[in-house]
């Protein structure tokens, strides 16, 4: 059976826990209605909106014992049915320190799990128990009470939190300085983290070095390039004799030979719908790519499935060998927070001309409507070493503060005065994307993110 997670931003598990612990001390409920996740090695539900059980749909409640009003039940139904969602039913134990089910928590859910399974047919209803410090879940698995596998919080502050025994990952002498950096429990948590790097040429040869070494055990790399003599001054784990070989499959068995445990090597574009099934288990994903087309993909993505990317890049201009400018950037991306678009990191003008045929793209050029789409840029791996360095601190910091608290969401290199600065949140209400209401948040399989197929 695979692994079973519940995936919730950040900002909607404050709200819930702003709901279900009030200064009365009594036991809360709500809902989570969420996507569903189906991946190769995860399945996961993700959360999209908490509903709270109003106060007069409460048919009794105190500090140890609450019922819930069926009313309640049958909006959520009606909720799930509308939007092709799935429950997941959550309450509190204030008083208690370890989260654990009570006899009349066994009694009311396994009458209601399976009227809700009856009731929604192709979905995967389940449980959540809170107390103050800690959280377990479970759901209903041919007829008996199963454990699910945790739940994970993504946002600028993220974190697993597994409820049964997952494998247990050695720490060996390799990662004693960082372990006293961010701790013995920080290093366990990088180790266990699955992650994808999209693009890996430039920018994400070098986070990918860096991954490993950090301890990555699980990377999905993509890129439907080969590799070419170019290259070589900035591709790390490439040698001349990788010429005309896939990136992927190269920095892959170079992420093998620094001690990767897994690696997922994808030649292949990541705008494919194929591709990006393989990357709904990841818990993050890095955008190491050359074209606004893959990030604009990438971003909707992430919301879908509740997934934070890291985006990187950066822009020289430099004409006849002469250096005017250089810039970097890196932005995350995810549920909480706003995405490319609204931040104008994307260029809806060059995404049409990158999705059109070649020698119309050419054509738009001559016309002088779109710049440098198909031209060979300028590129200097110390330059691309900053931007990396800055994008894989800002991720490991998501999960192990590795700067002693949360990061800005964006930030930008200026290479020409050596400064870096940091950019906020710009966020345009109502946007299809990343609003809480209108948005993509947590719909998972319930669409495609890409129409190529």
Request: glycine share 8%; net charge neutral; proline share 4%.
């Amino acid at each position: 059976m695979k692994p079973f997670f519940i995936c919730i931003s950040r900002r909607d598990r404050q709200q819930v826990r702003a709901s279900l612990f009030t200064d009365d001390g009594n036991e809360n409920a709500g809902a989570l209605l969420c996507g569903m996740s189906d991946g190769d090695h995860e399945y996961r539900l993700l959360v999209r909106k908490f509903c709270p059980v109003p106060a007069e749909l409460y048919i009794a409640r105190n500090e140890y014992h609450l019922e819930v009003s069926p009313h309640f039940y049958n909006s959520i139904i009606d909720d799930c049915i509308r939007e092709r969602l799935s429950p997941v039913i959550i309450h509190s134990h204030p008083r208690h320190k370890d989260a654990c089910y009570s006899p009349s928590d066994d009694s009311g859910e396994a009458k209601l799990l399976p009227v809700l399974e009856s009731l929604l047919p192709k979905t995967t209803p389940a449980s959540l128990v809170l107390t103050p410090h800690s959280l377990t879940g479970r759901r209903l698995v041919r007829g008996k009470f199963t454990p699910i596998t945790g739940l994970k919080v993504f946002g600028l502050s993220s974190e697993i939190a597994l409820f049964r025994g997952s494998e247990e990952f050695k720490i060996t002498g390799i990662f004693d300085r960082q372990v006293r950096a961010f701790g013995a429990e920080g290093q366990r948590l990088i180790q266990s983290l699955k992650v994808g790097v999209v693009g890996v040429g430039g920018i994400g040869s070098l986070v990918v070095e860096q991954l490993a070494r950090a301890g990555i055990a699980n990377l999905a790399l993509v890129d439907n390039d080969k590799i070419e003599e170019s290259n070589l001054s900035r591709l790390l784990g490439a040698a001349k004799k990788d010429i005309d070989k896939s990136k992927a499959a190269v920095i892959g068995k170079h992420a093998q030979h620094l001690g990767v445990k897994k690696v997922t090597v994808i030649s292949d574009s990541a705008i494919r719908q194929e591709v990006l099934n393989l990357l709904r288990d990841r818990d993050l994903i890095f955008s190491c790519v050359d074209n606004d087309r893959t990030r604009a993909i990438l971003n909707r993505f992430s919301y879908q499935y509740l997934v934070p990317v890291v985006e990187l890049g950066i822009r020289l201009d430099s004409r006849e060998g002469n250096m005017r400018a250089a810039a970097g950037r890196v932005v995350i991306v995810g549920a909480g927070m706003t995405c490319l678009r609204c931040s104008h990191h994307l260029d809806p003008e060059r995404i049409r001309a990158e999705s059109l045929p070649k020698t119309e793209r050419l054509l738009l050029q001559q016309e002088g409507y779109v710049m440098g789409i198909d031209e060979p840029v300028p590129a200097v791996i110390s330059l691309n070493a900053v931007v990396a360095g800055l994008g894989v601190t800002a991720a490991l910091n998501m999960f192990v503060k590795l700067t002693g608290g949360p990061q800005p969401v964006g930030q930008i290199y200026d290479a020409t005065t050596g400064s870096v600065f940091t950019t906020n949140d710009v966020h345009e209400k109502g946007c299809d994307i990343c609003d809480d209401v209108v948005g993509l948040k947590g719909l998972g399989d319930s669409q495609i993110v890409s129409a190529y197929t």
